[in-house]
């Protein structure tokens, strides 16, 4: 068993087994799966997000192994994520418990709770009417720099998101963001895998991702040079960009037809009339 709790959940389960109080935490339920819970809920006037694993059975697990799929077993995977994004300087949640007993995969009773990020608005959201009301160049240029620095740190520390989309990072409100000061932080990290090297056949799936999920805000082509520098800069140093494309043609071709690809899958999932 494995069980770590800070402030307030260490004074408020004292004496108690935190796995049958974690169950009875109450509030907005945000999602409701066989085997998994999240809701949020608060205690002495905070907000807390709640994720419980219960065990989603073996045949569950044979399901998405046979599908080409990595089943999330609990919230060992957040937790680790968390750990190595704080190491490597991606701002992210902070978690306040986390707990796992059972060794058995398919019913292993687990969860994390973590702080509230508000109040905080997703890129998805921020950039929405983009296309027609541009955003100011500068805090663009920002946002592009900072998303590409907390995408390239988080694979650098090796840890891929798998859900690696403009969503799931939030935009800090608590004062108006400018290009000079302003916040984001990566969330939804339940599905992350976390390695002494991210392959790259997952850091790619990521890039993909975070490309397809910025389709539609209006990126120019400028806008997506300057993520790529701004990516590699770590590893490739201050190389000219043109060196960069010429060494990563290949991911760039890929990205562009995963991309159209998603689109495409989105487009049918989405259609109106699509699943009735």
């Known amino acids: 068993m494995q069980l770590i709790l800070a402030e307030p959940f260490k004074s408020l389960w004292a004496g108690r087994d935190p ?4 169950e009875r935490l109450q509030g907005k339920i945000y999602r409701e799966l066989e085997g998994r819970r999240t809701l949020r809920t608060e ?17 569950e697990i044979a399901k998405n192994l046979l599908s080409a799929k990595l089943p999330v077993l609990g919230a060992s995977n957040e937790w680790t994520a968390l750990q190595r994004l704080r190491e490597a300087n991606v701002p992210s949640m902070t978690a306040v418990a986390y707990g796992s007993r059972g060794h058995n ?5 687990s969860f994390i709770i973590t702080e509230e990020l508000a109040p905080t608005v ?28 907390m995408t390239g740190n988080m694979h650098r520390a090796g840890v891929n998101h798998r859900d690696c989309y403009i ?10 963001p400018t290009a000079d000061d302003f916040k984001l932080s990566l969330i939804d990290l339940h599905r992350a895998q976390a390695r002494a090297a991210t392959p790259r056949r997952w850091r790619d799936k990521d890039l993909a991702g975070l490309y397809f999920s910025a389709l539609g805000i209006g990126l120019t082509r400028r806008d997506k040079l300057r993520f790529l ?4 800069l770590q590893t490739k140093g201050q190389q000219p960009l043109r060196w ?7 991911l760039l071709a890929w990205l562009e037809r995963r991309a159209e690809r998603l689109l495409l899958r989105y487009r049918r999932k989405y259609a109106p009339g699509a699943g009735q």
């Open 167 to 176: 969503c799931h990072f939030l935009l800090h409100t608590d004062k108006v």
């Open 244 to 250: 960069i494309l010429r060494d990563e043609a290949r």
């Open 122 to 149: 997703d890129l998805e959201v921020f950039s929405l009417n983009w296309r027609e009301q541009p955003p100011p160049p500068r805090l663009k240029r920002a946002l592009i720099a900072e998303v590409a620095r």
């Open 229 to 232: 520098k701004a990516y590699f």
């Open 19 to 22: 796995f049958v109080e974690v």
């Open 43 to 59: 205690v002495d006037g905070r907000g807390y997000f709640v994720k419980i694993h219960r065990g989603i059975g073996w045949g």
């Open 105 to 109: 995969p398919a019913s292993q009773h």
